[in-house]
């Protein structure tokens, strides 16, 4: 795999997958707007490095922004490796074992995975080459990035946040954001429903400072681990070391006793005392495609930053999908679908989380339907598993109906079946938790869901319906949705992000479903946001040096220019 930022940057640039950017570019607005045009390119356009940030450090951005390059940070030619390795790792731990001769072949299994346990040593790594403590830690000589106009200042976008277990011991390895409050502090956008939240309240009952340091950068693989839908208490560095085939090893913190990845780029060492009130932190364009609003988070305080001496600073953008993150999702829809049949649903065939549905809004799960209710049974079944506890849109489809079918080519197969889709009897209406960052939920994280039963039905269900010419689902739209002319992909995110299952879906007299897709303010309490889209300025700028940054041809659209009439403010809140 790779040794640090440099390296895998060196490989895309062979690859073809790197654009360099040598003019000076500036982290406020301008590399993200850059970005943005580029991710949204077909396929995912290509990786940007901006090698004059004002700073002393260059920035990649889109780094795993589509299906290649996300193959080559895991070290795979297809993704779909990754989940035959691990399917059959499961199965030669699961087969029955007979007798001793049975158990001893296990040996050589157990001395793979012992392999890729993370390994603590002795001497500093590279991420240690320059130090600055104390009062030399200034993250203002970091070029982090402003992203979107009405976010509440910089953000460190793609951090890997190191806490432990003040009980166990126990490492969590997260991504959480970053606000650059000043050049010693930032926020810590700890969700309640995060490890690091929990480790967080777990200090403050101890009446303890936290440790914590925060990552950036070296082999990609990390980066990916940081995002992966991990059982609480499984080390993200070992999922590290199964995908690159070799152990993390791990070096001693300078000022907090945590151990970090030697070849990481940069290394944010510092603490957060439970007992200092929580800072405002926000606004911020965010994943959803919306600005997530102003809240109070715990203050992070610096007390050493040490990096490489050619460290590459990496970051993320995101906004309306389609964005990087869209490749990161396809990457953990293949490498745990073999963990959910194991142990949530194994009657499970497939899992697809379209683009439009920001990753929780909207599944898709294909099964092998055997009995009446089976449907039903797999949407409560995943409702109640980690991550897809967030989930609030779920299709089911049976098998029979999706032969061949992968990935986006499941929209026309939902399509299809909806034309025998009877809302009375088909859609499974159920609350519960919600990703923190649903606008659209009465309550914060907590809120209605709905499953669409598209299986072929039993006689015990009332059988097939005929077929239907006009499908018996529609949304009702804001005047300025339908004046915008947006293609389907945008009016399914926007109907999945502004609509509350059990508020907002209703079934008519004539057997319709109809989603209230119209911006909401007066529904709930905390105020509704904005749809993220750059400022004319930025946009204007990039346009004019299109030519300067080494570009040929006329500049590549902005994809803000299609979102603008959706803005109804000029704040992050309507």
């Known amino acids: 795999m790779y040794r640090n930022l440099a390296e895998y940057v060196a490989a895309l640039e062979k690859a073809g997958e790197l654009v360099r950017i040598s003019v000076p570019v500036d982290p406020v607005l301008e590399i993200a707007e850059l970005t943005d045009r580029q991710a949204k390119q077909p396929g995912g356009g290509k990786a940007l490095l901006f090698e004059n940030t004002g700073t002393g450090f260059p920035v990649l951005t889109n780094m795993m922004g589509s299906e290649r390059r996300i193959c080559m940070a895991l070290g795979v030619e297809r993704l779909s490796e990754v989940g035959e390795r691990i399917e059959a790792l499961l199965a030669d731990a699961m087969r029955p074992k007979a007798g001793w001769m049975d158990k001893l072949k296990m040996l050589p299994l157990l001395k793979e995975v012992s392999a890729w346990m993370p390994r603590s040593v002795s001497r500093r790594g590279e991420c240690q080459q320059v130090v600055r403590k104390g009062d030399e830690a200034d993250l203002s000589e970091l070029p982090v990035l402003k992203c979107w106009p009405h976010d509440g200042g910089r953000f460190v976008t793609l951090p890997l946040v190191h806490t432990v277990d003040p009980e166990t011991g126990v490492r969590n390895v997260g991504m959480y954001r970053m606000q650059v409050f000043d050049s010693r502090t930032t926020g810590m956008h700890w969700h309640r429903h995060k490890t690091g939240e929990r480790h967080y309240r777990q200090y403050e009952k101890r009446g303890e400072r936290m440790p914590v340091a925060v990552c950036l950068g070296g082999d990609p693989v990390y980066t990916y681990c940081a995002t992966a839908p991990l059982p609480d208490g499984i080390d993200e560095y070992m999922l590290a070391g199964f995908l ?38 926000g606004d911020f364009g965010d994943h959803t495609g919306f600005y997530s609003l102003k809240d109070l988070y715990p203050r992070f305080h610096v007390t050493c930053i040490t990096h490489r001496r050619d460290a590459v600073w990496p970051a993320t953008l995101v ?60 949407a409560n079944a995943l409702w109640g598993a980690g991550q897809m506890s967030f989930n609030k849109f779920l299709i089911v489809l049976s098998a029979e109906d999706a032969c061949g079918v992968s990935g986006s080519g499941y929209a026309a197969v939902v399509r ?140 590549l659209p902005s994809p803000s220019r299609r979102y603008l009439p959706l803005v109804r403010s000029h704040t992050a809140e309507l």
């Open 319 to 378: 906004g309306i999908p389609p964005m990087e993150d869209a490749y990161i999702q396809l990457a953990t829809e293949r490498i745990f679908l073999a963990p959910i049949r194991l142990a949530v649903a194994p009657e499970v065939v497939d899992l697809w989380m379209p683009p439009a549905g920001v990753a929780h809004n909207i599944a898709v799960c294909v099964i092998e339907k055997s009995y009446a209710g089976q449907a039903l049974k797999v």
């Open 416 to 555: 299809e079946r909806l034309h025998r889709f009877d809302p009375a009897r088909d859609a499974l209406f159920s609350r519960g938790v919600l990703d923190v960052l649903d606008h659209s939920a009465p309550q914060t994280g907590f809120g209605g869901k709905l499953c669409l039963d598209l299986t072929r039905k039993t006689a015990e269900e009332g059988g097939e319906r005929p077929y239907r010419e006009m499908m018996p689902v529609e949304a009702v739209w804001d005047d300025f949705v339908r004046e915008a002319g947006l293609p389907f992909d945008d009016l399914l995110w926007l109907a999945a992000g502004n609509t509350d299952p059990v508020r907002d879906v209703s079934i008519t007299a004539e057997g319709v479903l109809r989603l209230d897709a119209r911006f909401k303010p007066s529904a709930v309490e905390r105020g509704w946001p904005n749809v993220v889209t750059m400022s004319r300025e930025a946009i204007e700028r990039v346009d004019a040096r299109w030519r300067e940054y080494g570009f040929e041809g006329e500049p």
């Open 244 to 281: 690159r085939r070799r152990p993390v090893e791990l070096v001693k913190c300078l000022t907090c006793d945590l151990r970090v990845p030697g070849d990481c780029d940069f290394v944010i060492e510092g603490y957060v005392d439970p007992a200092e009130p929580k800072a405002v932190e």
